[in-house]
């Protein structure tokens, strides 16, 4: 009947509205008085009569089919949410919520669903209170800042308490949990626990137990640290260098760079001390600046007679023991300490040196204690002013061997000298004692 009365009514209204030339409201100083059709007043009275039985035989047959909600409710075949939540009076977001479903869920046949929470006041009935667990059934309209002020409590405590973050949605039947809540019903302001946790109520459990100590780790003893290796040092004398100094201890030159924190282009003084690392030998005991190699070309009765003219003219100039070595050196790379009359183009005598360059008469240069002079030079240098000697060399005491030897030679291969190093070390502690 009220469907009927719906159909008549709509079109019977609609006409009726056309008739009545009703456009929308009319404001009481603009009101003319007009003349009706007779029969429209009585038409629209038993319409707008007719609407409001229907309307509330509607609301009457709706109210008394609505049955009371269960706790649970096993789904039968055929059954949707919202047909179940339709049948109980509940709105289909709160059956939702309640089961932890979405819109997109699908139910089966003989699964359980929560219609209601115990003591929870279902959403039609658009409660305001908490329930006497602490929890809150949203209804529409409701916010989260609103629920939060509702209860006095913060909003970032009602969002802790429900694992919500400030973007979350809420719908209508869902429930919060109230921080703090205790007692049934509303809360009064003197039942409102500060708030010292945002753990939910519903997981705020039985603590938890309490941890064992952890056992005490006792370390193993540490070893006591080997001793280091002993090591010496050395006073640098005038004339030395650093591979002479390695030699003359029987270590190699790198393992005194390495030693010492120096590299191949590190200048050393007379007076400073280097340490000689371990397993070097001991220091000799005379003369101080010979080496103690085992490295060492023997001389004969010729290499050596040349050897000791060379020494001798550098105790005469002065010279130190380190530039006496270089001059044995270099005499035994250039001649092997013979006093040639033949050499590379006209080079001549124990040095090698070149008539042609003017460093003398050939005569002059195949005498050995000439051929030292000019190779020392120096303030007694022969050649003072034509050629240069080892002591006319700036900074030669600073200078390896190598090099010293090549800026007086300037030979074609200057790398070539140092492999005499410590043979002359050992032919001037020879010729000395």
């Known amino acids: 009947m009220a469907k009927g009365m719906f159909a008549t009514g709509s079109v019977l209204l609609a006409g009726s509205m056309a008739a009545m030339g009703l456009t929308g409201p009319v404001s009481a100083a603009e009101a003319r008085p007009t003349t009706k059709p007779k029969g429209t007043l009585e038409l629209g009275k038993t319409l707008r009569e007719a609407v409001s039985a229907a309307g509330s035989a509607i609301s009457t047959a709706a109210k008394s089919a609505v049955t009371p909600a269960p706790t649970l409710y096993r789904v039968a075949p055929g059954d949707t949410v919202s047909s179940i939540a339709g049948q109980y009076g509940l709105s289909t977001a709160s059956v939702l919520a309640l089961n932890g479903l979405g819109w997109s869920s699908i139910i089966f046949p003989g699964q359980e669903l929560k219609l209601t929470v115990s003591g929870a006041v279902p959403v039609v009935a658009a409660s305001l209170e908490a329930t006497p667990s ?28 429900n694992g919500l973050g400030w973007s979350s949605i809420i719908y209508p039947g869902q429930t919060l949990a109230i921080p703090g809540l205790i007692g049934p019903g509303t809360p009064a302001d003197d039942a409102i626990v500060p708030v010292v946790s945002t753990t939910p109520l519903e997981e705020a459990a039985t ?19 080997a001793p280091e290796p002993a090591t010496t040092s050395y ?54 600046s010979a080496p103690a190699s085992g490295a060492v070309s023997s001389l004969n009765d010729e290499t050596r007679a040349n050897a000791l003219v060379i020494v001798q003219v550098g105790r005469e100039l002065g010279v130190s023991d380190r530039g006496i070595a270089i001059a044995l050196a270099t005499a035994m790379q250039e001649s092997s300490l013979r006093n040639l009359s033949w050499g590379d183009r006209d080079s001549v005598g124990l040095f090698q040196q070149r008539p042609s360059t003017g460093w003398g008469a050939v005569e002059q240069l195949t005498d050995p204690a000439h051929a030292a002079r000019l190779f020392y030079g120096g303030p007694s240098n022969p050649n003072r002013g034509i050629t240069r000697g080892l002591l006319d060399i700036a900074g030669w005491e600073s200078m390896p061997l190598t090099e010293a030897a090549q800026r007086v030679q300037i030979s074609a291969y200057p790398d070539a000298y140092a492999k005499w190093e410590s043979s002359a070390w050992e032919w001037l502690a020879e010729l000395s004692s």
Do not use: C
Not at 207 to 225: D, G, L, N, S
Not at 250 to 278: C, E, R, Y
């Open 134 to 161: 602490g929890r809150y059934l949203i209804v529409s309209g409701d916010t989260i800042s609103a629920i939060a002020d509702r209860f006095g409590v913060s909003t970032i405590s009602l969002l802790s308490a």
């Open 207 to 225: 603590p938890a137990p309490p941890v064992a100590p952890e056992p005490t780790v006792v370390p193993p003893p540490v070893a006591a640290p």
């Open 235 to 288: 006073t640098i004398q005038s004339g030395d260098t650093l591979g002479g100094i390695a030699g003359r201890f029987g270590i190699s030159t790198q393992s005194l760079l390495d030693a010492n924190g120096l590299d191949w282009s590190s200048v050393i003084f007379s007076g400073h001390t280097v340490v000689i690392p371990a397993g070097g030998a001991s220091a000799p005991s005379a003369p101080a």
